[in-house]
């Protein structure tokens, strides 16, 4: 008998462990653009030069619907990297991208640059300077 509830435990455990997986493997990021499932390296990373945080009077935090994982922030981060001036370090846990700037972006191109992607939203832009 005690086999039996063991063994049932064990197949309930397995059927939600595959369920995530498929759910995984289906939505957000990874499953799109090719055979990547996410850190592939299939889009280049554009990078920033200049980091240092002095020379950007400017920032907002933009709040990003969408983002599951690191590949997630690093396609955005890439996109608002793109924007002249721009220096984005994005989070996906807390699904928010800080922006700075060198001067200040119109919060319509900082927008545009994430919903363009086709996978995330940008729920607000709070300016912080």
């Known amino acids: ?8 435990v064990l197949v ?3 059927v939600f462990a595959i369920r995530s997986v498929i759910k995984r ?3 957000g ?5 090719g055979s990547c499932g996410g850190g ?3 889009h280049a990373n554009v990078k920033v030069t200049d980091k240092n945080l002095a020379h950007y009077p400017f920032e907002a935090v933009l709040t990003v619907d969408g983002m599951t994982c690191g590949h997630c922030a690093s396609k955005v981060e890439n996109a608002l990297n793109t924007i002249e001036g721009v220096y984005a370090v ?12 060198k ?10 640059a994430v ?12 300016w912080m300077k």
């Open 1 to 8: 008998m005690g086999t039996i509830v063991v063994g049932g």
């Open 40 to 42: 592939c390296g299939c």
């Open 103 to 112: 001067s200040k972006v119109d919060e319509t191109v900082l927008r545009k």
């Open 115 to 126: 919903n363009d992607l086709g996978e995330y939203t940008v729920l607000s832009v709070d």
């Open 25 to 27: 493997g289906t939505s």
């Open 90 to 101: 994005v989070d996906s846990d807390l699904k928010k991208a800080h922006v700075h700037m």
């Open 29 to 33: 990021c990874c499953s799109s653009g």
């Open 12 to 14: 309930v455990v397995l």
